[in-house]
């Protein structure tokens, strides 16, 4: 979503919205000045103070009927279930709107069936572009057979990439050099149930059940053009369990997603949105995901000063260990008294930071925990794989401490259209 | 702050758009008298159908179209059939406390301010002798047929529905009706 579509969204907030709520609909980087006045009674929800949970100081019981506790604040508020996510803009929502970005986090991958040419493929997107408008809004699917699950939108997106085939099929000549698997990694363990795909949803929302009913819609509008692949869930802490622009944590403990660029201090087009050069993608971006599996039992075992030297940052907090705070900038000439580098030649960041600024991707990493296997679904966002993704993870494949613990088993890519209008669908400047 | 400039507008356009439907409504009345009078509103006119989509056939020939028809008049309207350009013959179906559906005698009556609810597995627009089986999100319309004459074109999108197999059992009715 631009900028400019941030007060469309989220709709209908009642005067009194909970705090974490509020929080949740103004940016990182706008909570100091955020705050609604509001009407007698009202809870007014102000800035970091109130997303921290300093509500609790006004909660002692008074005889004024008024809420008790900060629970009772809660419940007499705005529930985040009810958080919507406009479906249009320039570019498509659940990439850098929401922000922060929802809890509960599902790709799904499919293959097109032998007979979805081009027009089926545009009926496709059509029918998954009307799904996508009305459970993002909270109504049941056309034909939903259970609209109740859809009631409760929980900052819903649905955002939706192409793979090489379905662009070939609808135009061969569209096809970016890019969108076609990964060259190899000399580490890679790939599994194929984990790989490809013609067609991927990222169904993004802050409550697991909206996150299965929506997908179950789609699979159902999916079935007659084309067959699942792989689903891979992920997940980042539940809303409201922390205040709103904390970094998440992954399963192994690190603070997760410091450096990465900001929409709001860093250029995206030509970084992570696709420009004018890119024709039909225009707005749109390039998409990687990587399956990677924790090998945890034996990271446990490590003393933790070594965990954090792996990563050249600490583990309380996520401040480079050359500084004591997460947003401190890491210090990479820093030396100890032994006139050793503090963050090692081998730590996971000094081998994944690049000196060229075009070097750099939009990181939106989730934890995943299945079938006994635990570890981090590795997103990115960019508008060149090739000349974004690969270099650093050529690095990284080459030396990176954290190798020792981590296995990458899954891959694939997506064209990820640009967003679209009311009236329009999803992918249509593919037919232009 | 922000919010609260969003709800202020958002109001303030809400009111715009109150004055503007009166300030439609009043021309009207100066304009167009005779058809601004309940009396003289088709049941067609009363009508508003959202929502609507057509089941992606699941048997030859035969389909169901579903939706919402609000009746937002005065009086009661009765749906009694309609048409297609994709099929042969269009009626308004119900189904039995049985399973099988059969043709609403005398229509589906909707009284005044109601809301009626086509459904699988419950009251629908039939759509038989289909011409051409239409695809997952193709449109179709539909041209509903009221009691008074007037009719009412809805266009639907096409849609598979799970378990829709609930009220198309394959009895002997069921075939009957769609030859
Ligand atoms: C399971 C695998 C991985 C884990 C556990 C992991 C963990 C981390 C952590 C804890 C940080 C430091 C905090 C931060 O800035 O986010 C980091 C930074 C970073 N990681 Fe990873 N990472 C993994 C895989 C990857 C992969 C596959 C890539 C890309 C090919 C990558 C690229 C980066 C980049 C670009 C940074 C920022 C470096 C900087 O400029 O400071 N990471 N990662
Ligand atoms: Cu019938």
């Known amino acids: 979503m631009s900028p400019n579509d941030n007060t469309e969204q989220p709709t209908g907030e009642p005067l009194g919205a909970s705090a974490s709520d509020s929080a949740r609909r103004v940016s990182r980087r706008h909570l100091l000045i955020g705050g609604a006045a509001a009407g007698a009674g009202a809870v007014a929800a102000v800035g970091i103070g109130a997303a921290t949970g300093s509500l609790s100081s006004q909660s002692d019981s008074d005889n004024t009927g008024s809420p008790k506790n900060s629970k009772e604040y809660e419940s007499a508020a705005k529930l985040f279930g009810e958080g919507t996510v406009s479906p249009y803009g320039k570019h498509q929502a659940g990439i850098v709107e929401p922000n922060p970005l929802q809890a509960n986090i599902r790709y799904a991958a499919y293959d097109l069936l032998p007979s979805t040419d081009r027009n089926a493929i545009k009926r496709m997107l059509r029918v998954v572009t009307g799904d996508i408008e009305r459970l993002t809004e909270g109504r049941g699917a056309l034909a939903d057979s259970e609209p109740e699950l859809a009631e409760i939108p929980a900052n819903l997106t649905i955002t939706v990439g192409f793979g090489a085939e379905l662009v070939r099929r609808v135009n061969p000549n569209l096809v970016p050099d890019w969108l076609a698997p990964l060259p190899a990694f000399t580490r890679d363990q790939l599994d194929a149930s984990y790989s490809g795909g013609d067609l991927m949803l990222n169904i993004q929302a802050d409550d697991p059940l909206t996150v299965a009913h929506a997908h179950r819609m789609l699979m159902r509008d999916l079935a007659s053009f084309a067959s699942i692949r792989w689903v891979q869930s992920g997940f980042r802490r539940a809303a409201g369990a922390e205040p709103a622009g904390t970094t998440m944590r992954n399963m192994m403990g690190q603070v997760d997603g410091t450096v990465n660029p900001d929409p709001e201090v860093d250029e995206f087009d030509g970084l992570v949105w696709e420009t004018a050069k890119a024709g039909w993608l225009a707005g749109g971006s390039a998409f990687v995901l990587r399956r990677i599996d924790m090998l945890l039992d034996t990271w446990d075992k490590v003393a933790r000063s070594a965990r954090e030297e792996t990563i050249g940052r600490d583990l309380p907090v996520g401040a480079p260990l050359t500084g004591t705070k997460e947003t401190d900038p890491a210090d990479f000439e820093a030396v100890n008294s032994l006139g050793l580098p503090v963050i090692p030649d081998f730590a996971h960041i000094r081998r994944a930071r690049s000196t060229d600024p075009n070097e750099r991707i939009l990181r939106r990493g989730v934890n995943f925990e299945d079938n006994g296997k635990a570890g981090l679904l590795f997103a990115c966002y960019q508008v060149n794989p090739l000349t974004q993704f690969v270099p650093i993870q050529q690095r990284l494949d080459e030396l990176d401490l954290l190798n020792q613990w981590i296995v990458h088993v899954g891959s694939a890519v997506f064209a990820i259209p640009p967003g679209f209008k009311k009236g329009g669908f999803v992918g249509e400047t593919l037919f232009g | ?179």
């Open chain 2, 1 to 179: 702050m922000k919010v609260i400039n969003m709800k202020t507008t958002k109001k303030l356009t809400a009111l715009f758009a109150a004055i503007a439907i009166t300030a439609l409504a009043l021309s009207g009345c100066a304009t167009n008298a005779s058809n601004n009078t309940d009396a003289m509103a088709t049941m067609a006119d009363q009508v508003t159908v959202t929502d609507a989509w057509v089941k992606e056939p699941t048997m030859p020939g035969m389909t169901g179209m579903f939706g919402l028809i609000e009746n937002t008049g005065d009086a009661e309207v009765v749906l009694v059939g309609g048409s297609s350009d994709i099929a042969g013959m269009v009626e308004v179906h119900e189904v039995t406390a049985e399973g099988q559906m059969q043709k609403i005698e005398g229509g589906l009556v909707i009284a005044a301010g109601k809301t009626a609810t086509l459904e699988v597995g419950g009251n629908h627009v039939m759509l038989m002798n289909l011409s051409t089986t239409p695809a997952v999100g193709e449109e179709v319309t539909v041209t509903l047929k009221f009691k008074d004459g007037s009719t009412l074109e809805v266009t639907a999108p096409v849609k598979s529905a799970a378990g829709g197999d609930e009220s198309y059992n394959e009895n002997a009715e069921m075939s009957q009706m769609g030859n």
